[in-house]
């Protein structure tokens, strides 16, 4: 039988990369028990008023390979970082202490609040994203996804409805983690918020245009579960932004920014499921 040392040199985990100009960086403890390797990033701070993390925010890296991925995200000077990279073999790299304010999250905004990076845990799912082919997230990446997330959420008091993507909390810039991104797994695991949703079917529907009070219901209903868009009752372009943010994330199935039965029904489901004191923005 042959040894373990036989086996293709194909079939061997690689070896991390260390970006270069970061490895005099000094190391700490990892938060997580499953974090199999600490690459410091030179890009955090303090998080502000004191305030400790309530939410996990899940990002794709967006880049073609993992190794540009991960000096972005631990080099001085690119002005971004996270706390953890989660790569598609499953192994988790944490780069800032949960402590700390990582800078994930950008200009974004999320139940009346807008520092989210000072409340905020960030992920980096390595996957290139929608600019470089958009592949499947792997089952075992997902799964170390789950078992990281859970962790936080112990540890941190989050509730499983913050539990979001960067298109959430940012949805007039960003598109990620994505609608190929399995929500529906993780809350089968007690990550995150989702009901099914409700099936696509021929009606009225809200548009880019629509003005009157059925707008200002969905704005309202929107705002309710946290999303950032003014009350106006005009159906304006951040409007359909931010619905095209929701149907990413709970009604993928069908992306317009077109607000149809099934997308009002499926937001009603969720105000609906949602914990008692948790049902209107925090401010």
């Known amino acids: 039988m042959p040894s373990s040392s036989d086996k293709p040199e194909s079939k061997r985990p690689r070896a991390l990369p260390i970006p270069k100009g970061i490895s005099d960086l000094p190391l700490f403890t990892p938060d997580s028990s499953i974090a199999s390797d600490v690459i410091p990033s030179a890009n955090f701070g303090e998080r502000k008023g004191g305030r400790q993390p309530d939410m996990v925010i899940l990002h794709y890296t967006g880049m073609p390979d993992v190794d540009g991925a991960i000096t972005k995200l631990c080099t001085a000077g690119t002005e971004v970082s996270a706390h953890y990279i989660v790569l598609e073999d499953g192994r988790i790299v944490q780069c800032v202490p949960e402590a700390l304010r990582a800078w994930h999250a950008g200009l974004s905004s999320w139940g009346g609040e807008e520092d989210i990076n000072s409340c905020s845990i960030g992920i980096e799912i390595v996957n290139r994203g929608h600019d470089w082919g958009y592949p499947d997230f792997p089952p075992r ?4 996804v789950i078992a990281l ?3 936080i959420m112990l540890r941190r008091n989050v509730p499983a409805h ?4 960067h298109s959430d909390v940012a949805p007039s810039r960003k598109k990620d983690p994505g609608e190929k991104f399995p929500w529906h797994s993780l809350a089968n695991s007690g990550v995150g ?7 696509i079917t021929k009606g009225e529907t809200l548009k880019l245009g629509s003005i009157g009070d059925d707008v200002k219901g969905l704005q309202k209903a929107l705002a309710r579960y946290g999303y950032g868009v003014p009350i106006t009752g005009k159906f304006d372009g ?3 932004e931010v619905v095209t943010a929701f149907q990413r994330h709970f009604r993928p199935e069908k992306i317009d920014g077109i607000a149809d039965r099934s997308t ?6 969720l105000l609906t499921s949602l914990p008692a004191e948790d049902s209107a923005p925090r401010v």
């Open 141 to 144: 990446q997902i799964a170390a």
């Open 149 to 151: 997330c859970r962790g």
């Open 162 to 165: 913050r539990v979001l993507g």
């Open 193 to 199: 918020h989702w009901v099914q949703p409700a099936a």
């Open 238 to 240: 951040l409007t359909m």
């Open 264 to 269: 009002l029904w499926t937001l009603h489901a």
